[in-house]
């Protein structure tokens, strides 16, 4: 793990954060700039929401998506979403979808993504980190 630096994280790292997982706390408080996808923030919304303890969820991902730096999509994004899964259709290495939207968000903004899903290895020009 790099000391400083630009995250994205990845909604394993937002879980395990929610875990209270004493080395993602450790890297946090590490690192330079910290943001998280739109995307992330919906795919927790939807765990909230199918979750035994809805209110309780939802309000801790309102809280944590209102202390948080939220990055959206945007024309720019559409243009790295469409070249990313153009690329891996041709390598025949398809990656679920919302995570092509988190790929694209990371190397839009040129951020190091913050995942423990290893098949974000297979996208170009994105640079992961593992926490």
């Known amino acids: ?5 630009r995250y ?6 937002v879980i395990a954060l929610f875990a209270d ?3 993602i706390r450790k890297a946090l408080v590490a690192a330079e700039e910290v943001f998280v996808p739109s995307v992330v923030v919906g795919e927790l919304y939807y765990g909230a929401w199918k979750s035994e303890r809805q209110q309780e ?5 309102d809280e944590f ?7 959206g999509c945007d024309t720019e994004t ?3 979403y469409g070249q990313i899964k153009s690329a891996l259709r ?3 290495t398809p990656v679920p979808e919302n995570d092509i939207w988190i790929a694209a968000i990371a190397i839009q903004h040129d951020l190091m993504l913050v995942t423990r ?3 974000f290895g297979q996208v170009r020009g994105l640079r992961t980190e593992r926490w």
């Open 21 to 23: 997982e004493a080395a």
């Open 117 to 119: 899903d290893e098949h």
């Open 78 to 80: 559409a243009r790295q």
């Open 90 to 92: 041709t390598q025949g």
């Open 1 to 5: 793990m790099a000391v400083g630096g």
């Open 65 to 71: 998506a209102a202390d948080s730096v939220v990055l």
């Open 57 to 61: 969820n939802v309000a801790r991902i």
């Open 8 to 13: 994205l994280l990845d909604t394993n790292i």
